[in-house]
């Protein structure tokens, strides 16, 4: 059974950071690419950052240069470090992954950036 659960949400002023955690079970984390999503209110949910098992990170242009995607193998846990933020980044942020043709999410942190 594939489990995401993530943390690390909060209030925090323009201009602040934060760090998103998501811990993963029920799969091989090392042979998988995982993802940070984010929902906001009245638009469809965006692909925010993706780390492959090996190989180059992939931003959204919103968030690129403020935001880094890394992982911890030995963890089986995924972080998002949100430098910089603004406003237009709160949100509900999830984690994702695809295993088998089946997509996974965790139940989401919410993140709300003060102006």
């Known amino acids: 059974q594939v489990q995401l659960v993530e943390s690390g949400g909060g209030l925090v002023q323009a201009g602040g950071s934060l760090r998103l955690s998501c811990a993963a079970s029920?799969?091989?984390?090392?042979?998988?690419?995982l993802d940070w999503y984010r929902q906001t209110p009245g638009k469809q949910r965006e692909l925010v950052a993706s780390?492959?098992?090996?190989?180059?990170?992939n931003y959204a242009d919103s968030v690129k240069g403020r935001f880094t995607i890394s992982r911890d193998n030995a963890k089986r846990a995924v972080y998002l470090q949100m430098n910089s933020l603004k406003p237009e980044d709160t949100g509900v942020y999830y984690c994702?992954?695809?295993?088998?043709?089946?997509?996974?999410w965790g139940q989401g942190t919410q993140v709300t950036v003060s102006s």
């Open positions: 780390i492959p098992s090996l190989g180059r990170t």
């Open positions: 029920g799969i091989i984390f090392s042979s998988h690419a």
């Open positions: 994702h992954v695809s295993r088998l043709g089946h997509d996974y």
